[in-house]
């Protein structure tokens, strides 16, 4: 009967201090820098793998765990199946009794909307500062004579590896610049 900790943020930048110093409880903790966004979090797999009957999951908060009110489900099933006891610390959810296991799947579904209305928010930001002549992406690396010269020096026959290193810009961004019409 181990208590298994888990702590994730989502980028390289950020700090799993404040997460691990909630778990130090734990008997062993699976910890990631890894973006939920992104589907893969090998040391969430290698967690739910890890837990058996009679363990606790331990998060600091439910946004650490799953990335969507679905995943959320499909994680608190998987737990469920196997006898595990899920305990977040910040929402003070411990699923071991019914009123936490009512707790939590309110709370999940809460933190889902809270998604959802932030990425709701996020996009009219975008499409409004797209309205006022807002540029998005990286800036093109050459310019219009830059790529009429790259054109031209491909067409004599300069190969696309000598252009990379020229121009300093990547394969894929050499055949993109080609297929481009600048006339």
Known sequence: MAIVGYARVSSVGQTLAVQLDK?????????????????????????????????TLVVARLDRLAR???????????LESKRVNLQVLDQNINTSDATG???????GAIAQFETELRAERQMDGIQKAKERGVKFGRRKKLDRQQIIELKRRRSSGV????????YDISKAS?????????S
């Open 174 to 182: 050499v055949y993109r610049y080609l297929a481009q019409d600048v």
């Open 101 to 107: 296991r009512l707790l939590f799947n309110m709370l």
């Open 159 to 166: 190969f696309i590896k000598t252009l990379m290193k020229e």
């Open 23 to 55: 778990l130090m409880h734990c008997d062993k903790i699976f910890q990631e820098k890894k973006s939920g966004a992104s589907g893969k979090r090998p040391q969430l797999d290698a967690c739910l793998e890890y837990v058996r009957e009679g363990d």
């Open 68 to 78: 969507s009110t679905l995943h959320l489900c499909q994680i608190a099933a998987d």
